[in-house]
């Protein structure tokens, strides 16, 4: 039934996936909407784990129980990723990134 | 003697202990430094007996102290000492000298404001000399060396309030630096061939035949340019007649007696280097004769007594020098213990007359010293006569010696300028006594001259007490024990002394004295007509042969021009564009990278992205 | 072209425009709901490749407790002011650039890249059962760290968001 989806085509969507997630990190100010495009892009990493593991590997369980471990640590990532946008947004009344160049020359 | 080195380290504790307290002791503390050289002149007397005891030839017998002074992987440098006839000699003679000057000091220097410093410096001098006399190391000769030169500076730059002395000082140190920089060169060379600076290792593996012969002429050149330097050999000499600028008793010990003879005891001490190179010998030889009559000549026309005395020194130096260049340690030794007794002495009488006339030494001021002061003057003669090389004194037996080394050697043309430079020697020291002591005082202070006192004039006795018996050591009339002593169980290099030679340098002797008594005393021909006769010589030889004035040249136009170069490289090059450049350069480049570190989040990830996209390109097309 | 390709497609296409919905929405809590729609089809798209398990833990997680937190997230640092672009005019024809180069060079390694190499594909339903037994037989380890790692960060996130309190 999926033999008419090539594995190429699965793994061309986790590529946009990831490359638009990527220009979501690059270019949003907000660390919240940064942590949402971090998010898009572990997905797509996911949906890369799942497809190989169904087409190639001769386990297909390998694959998925790595994406049951990717979710585990994005699912942590994101819970201390917001408990520290709190805190900046505590200390600074914003969450902005450009706002956080301490560090600048 | 295994506790020779005790002679250097009291006078190096009577240094420190006079240098710290000084000030607070009694008379400046003279008490210190005196007790610390006569303790070391008795412990050199007790080697002296224990050496010939033992019969230990020149160069032989173990030194009885090493010390590990340095140690740097294969290289260790030993604080060794070699205890020979040699050394020992010098031992003796810079002990009794040095006591005996400073007994002179005592009374010279009273009431000086930094007496304690006087004594303090001539300690460490003291010390310093011995260490140089005693070392069987190379490197502690050339610190010895390099400290005995730093002791004159300071003694010459004494009263550095005259500027006349401070600009003494300089000289004698810039000068003497000189040939001190080819004495660490030849050193150096001789290590780079021997791998040692073991004087003994160094002749053993020369006896061996282990060095090679352009090596040795090499070494011993550089080493005699050293020798040169403090012994003021032509052209290096023009230091000793300003460093006349310090006190006298300072002249008398250092730059009449001990440290200029360094450079003779330096080529005596690596004579088997020396007399392996036949151009050394003949650099030795040559050097030697040309300074003992230049020295000479310049001595008739000065009027600085203890100028007069300095070129005197200049020229027994050569003379010392031409005997180690024709071949005679003896002789040169012998000349050279001699010299230090009757030139400390005419320094000191010299300086008694300064002290009696309040600082007059110009001959044509004095004349007529011989009534007020007896002592001054006879002594002075004593000295003269000895230096003049008349039969009989100190001074005869080893000039004849020194001239027949000459004639043995067949070197004519040096042992005809050895006689003519005895009868010059005669003929300037005459003019000397019969200016300043014979004939009618020409100035107040010569007429109101004070005698000298007794602390003064004991040295003077007892100097000319060996001025007279010294030589007779080296007297064939009682078999030469002192040829014997320096040379136990070699007795190749000893001369008989002929008839002929003894008759020559008397009669150029008495012949000097006579010239000087016509001249100066009976007054046909008057000097003034001579001086006249003379013309353009005598301008040459009052302006010391033009020498200052060329060196002055030099350092003018050429060591200030080369200087002036090195400044401006030094300011553009080095330090505008290697120091301040590099600085520079990196300032530049931390402001234009710091553009980078913009500590906005988003930059920094673009740029990691970026980094990933050219690796990953790289990968795809490393892999295509 | 069958029914699991269409919504194969059909889930993808509605992924890729959420999730430039995500990146580029202006109101920041538009971005948030369409990356929870973007969850969905993913976990969709995981449905289709036969990863039932996953598509299920998908939904759970993602689309429901990361989404909740987000917008939770969100709504506790609401400042009020209105999403603006980098304050470095320069950064999104940066990230854009990077971002399209990404995507092509991967894209391209996707696309040129022989996956198979003569692997038939499976392609078969793995049941849940298996999978677990796997997990907890093969990967106990692993599974234990991951607890581990969850339980830190969940006492880091404690830690951090805490208000600091003057003298305790």
């Not at chain 2, 005996?100 to 310093?128: C, E, K, N």
């Amino acid at each position: 039934m999926i033999e008419a989806i090539p594995l190429d085509h699965v793994v061309l969507v986790a590529t946009t996936l990831f490359g638009i997630g990527l220009y979501g990190v690059l270019s949003r100010r907000n660390a919240v909407a940064i942590l949402m495009a971090i998010e898009l892009m572990l997905n797509a990493v996911n949906i890369n784990f799942i497809a190989f593991s169904m087409y190639v590997s001769p386990d297909p369980t390998v694959g998925q129980i790595i994406a049951v471990f990717v979710i585990t640590v994005a699912a942590a990532e994101v819970a201390l990723g917001l408990a520290i946008v709190l805190q900046i947004f505590r200390n600074k009344s914003n969450i902005n990134v450009d706002d956080l160049d301490l560090l600048r020359w | 003697m295994s506790i020779a080195w005790l002679v250097p380290l009291l006078s190096v504790a009577a240094f420190v202990l006079l240098a710290f307290a000084g000030r607070r002791l009694p008379g400046g503390g003279a008490i210190v430094s005196l007790v610390a050289v006569a303790a070391g002149f008795g412990l050199a007397v007790y080697g002296f007996f224990d050496l010939r005891a033992a019969d230990v030839a020149v160069n032989e017998g173990p030194g009885p102290f090493a010390v590990d002074f340095v140690s740097a992987g294969d290289l260790s440098v030993h604080l060794s000492m070699v205890i020979d006839s040699l050394s020992i000699t010098m031992l003796v003679v810079v002990t009794f000298l040095s006591f005996i000057i400073q007994l002179y000091s005592v009374g010279y220097m009273r009431g000086d404001p930094r007496i304690h410093w006087f004594f303090a410096v001539v300690a460490l001098f003291t010390a310093a000399m011995l260490g140089l006399v005693l070392a069987n190391n190379l490197i502690i000769l050339y610190v010895s060396w390099e400290l005995v030169g730093l002791c004159s500076y300071l003694l010459i730059g004494y009263w550095w309030e005259r500027p006349l002395a401070r600009e003494a000082a300089k000289k004698a140190f810039v000068t003497t630096r000189i040939g001190d920089v080819g004495l660490l060169i030849g050193i150096l060379v001789l290590f780079k061939a021997t791998g040692s600076f073991e004087i003994d290792q160094i002749f053993e593996l020369l006896t061996a035949g282990e060095i090679p012969a352009g090596t040795i002429t090499l070494a011993a050149v550089l080493m005699f340019l050293g020798a040169m330097g403090k012994s003021g050999q032509f052209p290096l000499h023009v230091w000793l007649p300003d460093a006349m600028e310090g006190p006298t008793p300072v002249s008398a010990l250092i730059h009449a007696a001990t440290m200029v003879t360094a450079g003779v005891y330096l080529v005596a001490r690596m004579f088997p280097l020396f007399a392996a190179s036949e151009a050394a010998m003949l650099v030795v030889l040559t050097i030697g004769t040309i300074t003992a009559i230049f020295a000479a000549v310049l001595a008739l026309v000065e009027t600085d007594m203890k100028r007069v005395l300095a070129y005197s020194t200049i020229s027994q130096l050569g003379y010392m020098m031409f005997a180690l260049g024709a071949g005679s340690v003896t002789a040169a030794m012998l000349h050279l213990a001699g010299h230090a007794f009757f030139k400390a002495l005419l320094f000191l009488g010299a300086g008694a007359v300064m002290h009696g006339t309040h600082g007059i030494v110009d001959i044509d001021k004095l004349g007529g010293l011989r009534n007020k002061m007896p002592v001054t003057t006879w002594t002075f003669v004593i000295g003269a006569l000895s230096l003049a090389g008349f039969p009989l004194l100190s001074g005869f037996w080893s000039k004849d010696m020194i001239l027949s080394t000459a004639s043995d050697g067949g070197h004519w043309v040096t042992f005809v300028i050895g006689v003519v430079t005895a009868a010059l020697t005669a003929f300037y020291m005459f003019r000397v006594i019969f200016r300043a002591f014979f004939g009618k005082a020409r100035s107040d202070e010569a007429r109101n001259v004070h005698r000298a006192e007794p602390i003064v004039a004991i040295p003077l006795v007892v100097l000319a007490f060996f001025a007279i018996v010294f030589g007779w050591l080296g007297s064939p009339l009682i078999g030469a024990p002192f040829g014997d002593f320096v040379f136990a169980g070699h007795h190749a290099a000893e001369h008989g002394e002929s008839i002929w030679v003894v008759v020559i340098s008397s009669a150029a002797a008495i012949l000097g004295i006579l010239a000087a008594y016509s001249v100066y005393q009976a007054g046909k021909p008057r000097a003034a007509a001579i001086r006249a006769a003379a013309g353009g010589l005598h301008t040459f030889l009052a302006r010391r042969g033009y020498m200052d004035v060329g060196y002055q040249w030099l350092i003018d136009n050429v060591s200030l021009g080369l200087a002036r170069f090195v400044a401006v490289f030094d300011r553009k090059v080095v330090n505008d564009a290697g120091v301040d450049g590099t600085g520079l350069a990196v300032r530049l480049s931390g402001k234009g990278l710091r553009r980078g570190v913009t500590g906005l989040l988003y930059n920094y990830a673009a740029l990691m992205v970026v980094g990933v996209v050219i690796l990953a390109v790289a990968a795809l097309l490393g892999s295509a | 072209m069958n029914f699991a390709a269409v919504l194969f497609y059909a889930f993808s296409a509605i992924a890729i425009v959420a999730a430039l919905g995500t990146v580029l929405a202006r109101n920041i809590v538009y971005a948030a709901l369409s990356l929870v729609g973007t969850m969905v089809m993913i976990a969709g798209i995981f449905f289709i490749l036969h990863a039932d398990f996953l598509a299920l833990v998908q939904l759970l997680i993602y689309a429901g407790a990361v989404g909740v937190l987000l917008i939770f997230g969100l709504m506790l640092t609401n400042t009020g002011q209105p999403a603006t672009g980098p304050k470095d005019r320069w950064q999104r024809p940066i990230a854009f650039v990077a971002a399209m180069a990404f995507i092509l060079v991967a894209g391209y390694a996707a696309v040129s890249t022989d996956w198979m190499q003569g692997v038939v594909p499976q392609l078969e339903r793995v049941p849940p059962a298996v999978l677990a037994s796997s997990l907890f037989r093969n990967w106990a380890l692993p599974f234990e760290i991951a607890s581990l790692v969850l339980l830190v960060a969940m006492i880091g996130a404690i830690v951090i968001s805490r208000r600091e309190t003057s003298n305790d």
